[in-house]
């Protein structure tokens, strides 16, 4: 088992304007030897935090303040974009923002580990 911090990055445009949107996770992979080869068998991952900004400095970005507050802090931008474009946002991926969700994915990860 590795746990690595990791980024998803990515230009788009969020109410008419050029933006980057930049998610921070903690990857939690799993490793197998198989048939002689290592390699990936799983990756799970806890949201910690993101970030979304314009991508032309002086630009200004109109969020829903009302629709922003439903979303959870440890992934709120990428959930907000994701909504916007008519996807079912799971609300309740593992997060900083809830340790108990973050903490049972490294549990099951080290539970396999010593399995």
């Known amino acids: 088992m590795v746990s690595t911090p990791m980024a998803i990055e990515f230009r788009t445009e969020v ?13 939690i992979y799993r490793l197998e030897h198989r048939d002689g080869r290592d390699g990936i068998c799983d990756l799970s991952t806890v949201y910690e935090r993101d970030s979304l900004w314009p991508a032309v400095p002086g630009d200004v970005i109109a969020l829903d303040r009302d ?8 992934y709120r931008m990428l959930a907000y974009y994701f909504d916007l474009r008519g996807y079912d946002v799971d609300m309740n991926m ?9 903490d049972a994915v490294v549990a ?3 539970d396999w580990l010593n399995s």
């Open 15 to 27: 109410h008419g304007v050029e933006a980057d949107l930049v998610s921070y996770v903690r990857g």
């Open 67 to 74: 629709r922003l507050a439903s979303m959870p802090a440890s």
């Open 94 to 102: 593992p997060g900083e923002d809830r340790p108990e969700s973050a």
């Open 108 to 110: 099951e990860a080290f």
